[in-house]
């Protein structure tokens, strides 16, 4: 379920658009047809001028995607995301600009317009997802196992607001709750599920799919019902090493007691599990390794150590010192064979055309070092979306 918000009450620049670009016209051929006009006013009394009645974007049988936006006065009008950069647009009938894409591999996909160099969502569509600068139109193609809504029970997604006393504000989390939950007294393990650089708290649920791929799993038997909790893992913008480190005390002295005082999770070490994807993914370690006693699942999605194992095959660029100084900070744990023993799944997940590949590598090599038995998953592709919903596909089997 995603956030009902519509992204046009946010974004003054589409507002301005539409205004601009609105005219009459007559439906586009092939879409909907345009509902039966009420009774002309009189001429000078008010009439309104009917728009364009058209559907964006719109899936063809064979996959292929057509993205319309109406603007007559416009003379510049792209789309942009559905990992094709930026593709111009071809003005037609009414004022309304068409571009077809595809045919697309099924699953989620996130765009927007570019008019005149202004990056917007689509006014036709009321699927977002929110990011650091604002928000992106969300496309979903049909046919995919794992995100696909089928008919089968399906958990709860909510958006809850807490206290944060490391930040002094409120802030906000998604969580997902199993089927069933509101209907027994059942106490679920947990699993917090962090999202990367530049997206929200909402981008697990939104572009992941991640409570729909959960429904999946939980009704074909694969996963056990869990509670999935993603916080939103931006404190300041831009980002830095200090915002960082709030986030890791807000997780642990805010999120979790507060997820564990209000949602029916159990608390032990093998009832709780943690992954991120890119930044997520560094802030995962940097969480659940000095407190190996709290987490009995760690999953790294796309991430690693910048510099862990220089000398051993990193470029002099990603040689820094972060990866050793964060090795030697952690010293303790990472050789505390007692904890060893307690967790279940250390699991690294990386595209081979990921940029971060050397550092995964080198992460992976610096924990076995340490006596851990890490698993590494080399996937094909980058640093994408589909790889980490294959990921976490992947890794919420192995929970619990």
Wanted: net charge positive; charged share 15%; glycine share 12%.
């Amino acid at each position: 379920m995603l956030n009902g918000r519509s992204s046009l009450g946010n974004c003054l620049a589409c507002a301005v658009l539409m205004a601009a670009f609105a005219l009459p016209g007559r439906p586009v051929s092939g879409q909907a047809p345009a509902p039966a006009p009420s009774p002309a006013a009189p001429a000078g009394r008010g009439a309104t001028p009917q728009a364009p009645v058209f559907v964006s974007p719109e899936v063809l049988p064979d996959k292929r995607v057509v993205f319309r936006l109406l603007g007559p006065q416009a003379t510049d009008v792209a789309v942009q995301g559905v990992g094709r950069g930026r593709v111009p647009m071809v003005k037609g009938e009414s004022g309304i600009w068409e571009a077809t894409l595809g045919p697309l591999t099924p699953g989620p996909y996130q765009y927007s317009f570019v008019v005149h160099g202004v990056q917007v969502p689509d006014p036709r569509n009321q699927a977002t997802n929110e990011t650091t600068t604002g928000y992106a139109s969300l496309l979903v193609v049909p046919g995919s196992d794992m995100t696909d809504r089928k008919n089968v029970p399906q958990g709860a997604l909510a958006e809850v607001y807490y206290d944060s006393s490391v930040l002094g504000r409120q802030r906000r989390l998604h969580v997902y709750t199993p089927p069933g939950y509101g209907a027994n007294g059942d106490r679920y393990p947990v699993f917090y599920l962090l999202h990367g650089s530049g997206d929200s708290d909402q981008s697990w649920s939104a572009l992941g799919r991640a409570g729909v791929i959960l429904d999946n799993l939980i009704a074909g038997h694969k996963a056990k019902p869990m509670v999935v909790v993603m916080p939103a893992g931006h404190t300041a913008q831009p980002a830095t090493p200090a915002s960082r480190e709030q986030f890791i005390q807000e997780f642990l002295t805010d999120i979790m007691p507060f997820v564990e005082k209000n949602y029916r999770v159990r608390t032990d070490r093998a009832s709780r599990a943690i992954a991120g994807l890119s930044m997520g993914g560094g802030q995962t370690l940097s969480i659940a390794v000095p407190h190996l006693d709290k987490f009995g699942y760690i999953g790294v999605y796309s991430a690693g150590l910048p510099g862990a194992g220089a000398g051993r095959g990193a470029p002099p660029q990603t040689a820094a010192p972060y990866g050793e100084s964060w090795e030697k900070q952690h010293q303790a744990s990472l050789d505390d064979a007692r904890l060893k023993k307690g967790l279940k799944v250390l699991w690294f997940g990386i595209g081979k055309e990921d940029p971060g590949l050397t550092n995964a590598t080198n992460t992976v090599a610096l924990f076995k070092k340490h006596g851990f038995n890490p698993v590494f998953h080399e996937s094909e592709g980058g640093h994408t979306w589909p790889n980490w919903r294959d990921y976490l596909v992947i890794f919420a089997p192995q929970l619990f």
